[in-house]
């Protein structure tokens, strides 16, 4: 192997105990101290790799491996280390410290690229804290906005607010900005989160496309009362008419090959046990890697939602979240992939769609994109249980590892 499986092994296992839960979990939202903490043990990982480290102006932890002509755009990659709550010790921080790992075997290796390499850890990928995610990304690709950061978490606190707080400076966001001269590409290696692989009996494949998510709010308001004392033919219950919607949402979604709905959040108000609520707020997460079926999809849950509540005397409201167009692998950065597996011995690498959003999303339509998956098993993520083996792990870097070379035109001389 060009890559040392155990030290990357060491290092995934090292990060995963910070924000460690009781579960087995892990839970690391963005500019918490246990963020903080995952920065700067992934900075001395970067520092130990030889790399220059510096932090951009949205927190992007990024690693640089210079290369021999300094006027070459960049090749980029990297993912993410915050996770959602209680998930698993793989998502996205494989993908940073495989990236890690493979920049510190060229550098123990003496491999020259002409192209430099940066490796970032992107802030914020998830969204879990906020509702609305990719920011490190965005900020990256040139995209977001002063407004987007007054998206608020649980406690009322807006981005803009928890940026401050670790002492960042919104307002230099755009320095964040790369131009789509400066890269040349962005290749990502994540877990699968599915079961693919698994039925494939592959340890790693290559991935065509993401799928776009769509994430909305929806609040249904009607009038609370008495639980035993308001018969079923007068009530205006949000819930009724959400158990209605719902089961539009799963029955509708089904029609369309490649879409998946989730509910993650439901919660009524004002929660009481014999309380006819007077609202109900829900999330809707719906993704297809075909927007013409995610935009008609949308068009029938509002339309059904809105005669839905209408029947039961409610008021609808349906706030967006975000809305993360799909995105097609670049051919040049999946035949690099190809080639890169041939090299590392596995020549007929599997090709698959990502279920689940990546940061490269937010890069697809300025500068080639690719990713690399590693076999999830059981295709289990977001949860306590999400594993891949150490074999799988090294597997899939080894694969980054030629691909970064090809693509930042090095030599294993
Ligand atoms: O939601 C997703 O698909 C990713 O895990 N952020
Ligand atoms: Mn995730
Ligand atoms: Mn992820």
Sequence with gaps: MVINAERLWDRLMELGEIGAQESGGVTRYSFTEEERQAKSLVARYMSEAGLSVHEDAAGNLIGRREGTDPQ????LTGSHIDTVPDGGKFDGALGVLAAIEALQSMEEQQVQTVHPIEVIAFTDEEGSRFGFGMIGSRAVAGTLRQEDLKHRDADQISIEEAMRAVK????????AAKAPDQVKAYVELHIEQGKVLENFNEPVGVVTGIAGP??????ITGQAGHAGATPMNIRRDPVQAAAEVLNFIYAETKKFPNAVATVGKFHTLPGGINVIPSQVQFSLDLRDIDEADRDVLESRIREYAEQTCLKHQTVLEIGLLQRVAPAPSAPEVKEAIVQAGTLAGRSQLPEL??????????????????????????????????????????QGTEVLYHTLLQLAQGDTR
């Design 353 to 394: 769609v990502s279920g689940a959003g990546h940061d490269g999303m937010q890069f697809s339509s300025k500068w080639p994109v690719g990713m690399i998956f590693v076999r999830s098993e059981e295709g289990i993520s977001h949860s306590p249980k999400e594993w891949s083996s150490q074999a799988d792990c090294g």
């Design 72 to 75: 070459a755009s960049v090749v």
């Design 168 to 175: 960042l400076e919104p307002e230099r966001l755009h320095e």
């Design 214 to 219: 769509l994430w909305q709010q929806f609040t």
